[in-house]
């Protein structure tokens, strides 16, 4: 399970846009299964944005896209990853989220 002592909250200007996890929607989270000590641990969090716009709140350990540069060193870090509607779809898709797809994306999903 997740470190519920780290925090989960965090606000972001990207080109123009203000990203806030606190005033956002939780649509869905995944957890890799490591401890937030784990150089490979991520914790992220898709959410859906007041005015539409999807975005991820990702936290990770040194090994991870999450890590923060200190130098010539790694650490764990967490940042706001801005997505279009396609990436929020296909990480849905990609974490197993077939309830949020199809609260969410139901327009997209064919009968196969």
Do not use: C
């Not at 936290?59 to 509607?85: C, N, Q, W």
């Amino acid at each position: 399970m997740p470190d519920s002592q780290t925090n989960k909250t965090m606000k972001s200007i990207i080109k123009l846009k203000r990203y806030d996890t606190e005033t956002a929607t939780v649509v869905a989270e995944h957890w890799n299964g490591r401890g937030s000590s784990d150089f490979k641990y991520v914790d992220e969090t898709l959410y859906l944005g007041k005015a539409g716009s999807w975005f991820l709140h990702g936290r990770g350990g040194g090994m991870t896209e999450y890590a923060d540069f200190h130098g010539k060193s790694k650490s764990k870090g967490a940042r706001i990853v801005p997505l279009t509607p396609d990436e929020a779809a296909d990480w849905l898709e990609a974490h197993n989220q077939s309830e949020a797809l199809e609260k969410h994306f139901a327009d997209r999903i064919k009968e196969a």
